[in-house]
Structures are given as structure tokens and as C-alpha cells.
């Protein structure tokens, strides 16, 4: 499967080697990623017509919570994974609202790529399309 017809999932986190870890998670999954460092900068590539299937968004970001970059991508209907390492960032209602699926840092690597087919598969979002890189085990 190529990368142009892989799912693709935008990931926003302010910390370089978290958002890469993500991405590179993501990658092995199948699915095809792109990395913003801010709020901004995510809202400037959706906003430039970078097509997303979903969204991995820290709760904190510099400039603007992730909160409310959730908010604008909820309302492109765009599926949603929640993520933080402060666990008061959380807010229940938001996740209630946006129908987002939350993940706590730190998280092991399968959850993160779980969540985001959860997310995919909740808002009705296919994500069959992403074929993981290494295929494991026979299946029969």
C-alpha cells in the first residue's frame, strides 16, 4: 500500500522527539504522517488544504490548547486523539463533546496507533487502508 492511499494523520505536539516518536509509531501502522510543532502551524497546513483523516493533539501547546485546535478540527469532522502528561489537562467535558478518545502519557506505543483507528472507527472513518510495515505472526 502507498503512502497517497494510506490514512493520513496529522500530529501536533511542541516536543520534536515526542511528535517524531508518534509519527514514527504511526508510520510502522500503516498509516501516513505528517508533524506541527503548534497549534498555528497545524491550523496553517489544514488551512493550506493538507487533507487529514485524523488528528494526534497535545493538550498543551504553546500559543494555544489543544483544546481548542480540537475544537476547529472537530469541526471539519475530522477524527480525534486526545494526548497528555498532565492529567488535570484532560477535561471530560471536551472529550465528551468532541467524542475524542484520550490517551495519557506516557503510553506505550501500540496504544497510540489503537487510538487512533478507535478514534477513525468511532467517527466513522475508514481505516483499513493503513497496512502495517511489518507483518507479524501467521494469522491462520
Same mark, same amino acid.
Given at each position: 500500500?502507498?503512502? #497517497?492511499? @494510506?490514512?493520513? %494523520?496529522? %500530529?501536533?505536539?511542541? #516536543?520534536?522527539?515526542?511528535?517524531?516518536?508518534?509519527?514514527?509509531?504511526? /508510520?510502522? *501502522?500503516?498509516?501516513? %504522517?505528517?508533524?506541527?510543532?503548534?497549534?498555528?502551524?497545524? /491550523?496553517?497546513?489544514?488551512?493550506?488544504?493538507?487533507?487529514?483523516?485524523?488528528? %494526534?493533539?497535545?493538550?498543551?501547546?504553546?500559543?494555544?490548547?489543544?483544546?481548542?485546535? @480540537?475544537?476547529?478540527?472537530?469541526?471539519?469532522?475530522?477524527?480525534? +486523539?486526545?494526548?497528555? *502528561?498532565?492529567?488535570?489537562?484532560?477535561?471530560?467535558?471536551?472529550?465528551?463533546?468532541?467524542?475524542?478518545? /484520550? +490517551? @495519557?502519557?506516557?503510553?506505550?506505543?501500540?496504544?497510540?496507533?489503537?487510538?487512533?483507528?478507535?478514534?477513525? @472507527?468511532?467517527? *466513522? +472513518?475508514?481505516?483499513?487502508?493503513?497496512?502495517?510495515?511489518?507483518?507479524? *505472526?501467521?494469522?491462520?
Amino acid at each position: 500500500m502507498t503512502a #497517497e492511499t @494510506a490514512p493520513h %494523520v496529522l %500530529v501536533v505536539d511542541d #516536543e520534536p522527539d515526542i511528535c517524531e516518536a508518534i509519527a514514527e509509531v504511526l /508510520r510502522a *501502522g500503516g498509516f501516513q %504522517v505528517s508533524c506541527a510543532k503548534s497549534a498555528s502551524e497545524a /491550523r496553517q497546513a489544514i488551512d493550506q488544504g493538507d487533507l487529514i483523516d485524523a488528528a %494526534v493533539i497535545d493538550m498543551v501547546l504553546p500559543g494555544e490548547l489543544g483544546a481548542s485546535l @480540537a475544537e476547529h478540527v472537530h469541526s471539519l469532522g475530522v477524527p480525534i +486523539v486526545l494526548i497528555s *502528561g498532565n492529567h488535570d489537562a484532560m477535561d471530560q467535558e471536551v472529550l465528551e463533546r468532541l467524542h475524542c478518545v /484520550r +490517551v @495519557a502519557k506516557p503510553f506505550k506505543t501500540e496504544e497510540i496507533t489503537r487510538a487512533v483507528r478507535d478514534a477513525m @472507527a468511532s467517527a *466513522g +472513518v475508514p481505516s483499513d487502508r493503513a497496512e502495517p510495515a511489518h507483518m507479524t *505472526g501467521d494469522a491462520s
